[in-house]
């Protein structure tokens, strides 16, 4: 595994602390802030508690989307299910990471509550998940949560430059936000290019001087998951900035617009559209017109008259 995350190392010493005193759960729910470090650390309890230092376990099951997939089927936990009620192949735990858990459909979370309700004996069953809302009750009920914080952008960036090397991670970040791991598995010289070009038309579009039409079927061809994490980022980034306004928390619901000189969106507005930009990326393995949903959320964000 790539150098520990420093930012995690007190859920660390309470997992292993859970674990020497044989007080490990059966159901584990990693809810991680993106990028921030969810499956690193589902590795390192399946190897803490596993005893390895492999990759490679035959008691170390993994269920995620496949191919291009956006889901998790029912028939990838009905699987996993009947794999982890057999006995284990070394006579130890079984465990086994579902993740991105969120991205399970609703036909798989059902199947997977009857495991979590009557866990076979020495199984370790761990979900991480950026949304767990998106999880519904009867599953987050039966799971210990672990909750895994951004890094401050000093900690991210120490990281990245001990286990990556030198690169310009904080133009990276200023894109993806404190996503560490994410940036790792990116091309940094593409991501800024890509970051660069949403972050231009997206400053367009707020001031009423872009083509939606073309923006939105240029962007829907090439690394569109991508720019709509960018996208999402954005708009994060503004509401954040808005919230540590003097005042915010009282005027935001007595008035329709802030009264910041560069703010071109409101309140309100910014949550919508944060919210479309999340269901757009959800929905993307359905047949939808990705170029003509991408196209409205653009135009929300021209200034009104």
């Known amino acids: 595994m790539s150098a520990t995350l420093p930012w995690i190392a007190r859920e660390m010493d309470s997992l292993r602390a859970a674990f020497e005193a044989n007080?490990?759960?059966h159901g584990l729910l990693i809810h991680e802030a993106p990028g921030a470090g969810g499956d690193w650390l589902a590795s390192w309890i399946a190897r803490m508690v596993l005893g390895t230092d492999r990759d490679l376990h035959p008691d170390w099951l993994r269920v995620q989307p496949v191919d291009d997939s956006?889901?998790?089927r029912i028939e990838q936990v009905r699987e996993l299910s009947q794999e982890l009620a057999l006995t284990s192949h070394q006579g130890g735990y079984k465990v086994?990471?579902?993740?991105?858990?969120?991205?399970?459909?609703?036909?798989?979370?059902?199947?997977l509550l009857k495991t979590l309700e009557e866990p076979p004996p020495r199984t370790l069953l761990m979900l991480v998940a950026t949304q767990p809302s998106r999880l519904p009750a009867t599953?987050?009920?039966?799971?210990?949560?672990?909750r895994i914080a951004a890094p401050s952008r000093e900690q991210a960036v120490s990281w990245l430059e001990s286990a990556h090397g030198k690169a310009d991670w904080k133009a990276a970040l200023d894109i993806l936000g404190e996503a560490p791991l994410l940036a790792a598995e990116l091309d940094v010289g593409a991501l800024v290019e890509v970051g660069n070009d949403v972050r231009r038309g997206l400053q367009e579009s707020?001031?009423?001087?872009?083509?939606?039409?073309?923006t939105a079927?240029?962007?829907s061809r090439a690394d569109l998951p991508l720019r709509l994490r960018c996208f999402e980022n954005w708009l994060t980034d503004r509401i954040h900035r808005l919230s540590a306004t003097?005042?915010?928390l009282t005027e935001v619901g007595a008035v329709t617009h802030l009264q910041r000189p560069d703010t071109v969106l409101n309140i309100r507005r910014l949550f919508e559209l944060l919210d479309g930009v999340r269901d757009l990326k959800s929905s993307l393995e359905t047949p939808i017109n990705r170029s003509l949903a991408l196209e409205g959320l653009l135009r929300r964000m021209a200034p009104r008259g």
């Open 139 to 146: 599953i987050l009920s039966r799971c210990q949560r672990v």
């Open 96 to 111: 086994a990471v579902i993740s991105p858990a969120d991205l399970m459909n609703r036909f798989a979370a059902n199947a």
């Open 217 to 219: 079927e240029r962007w």
């Open 23 to 25: 007080r490990m759960p």
């Open 70 to 72: 956006k889901q998790i």
């Open 246 to 248: 003097a005042g915010f």
């Open 206 to 214: 707020s001031a009423g001087h872009s083509d939606p039409v073309a």
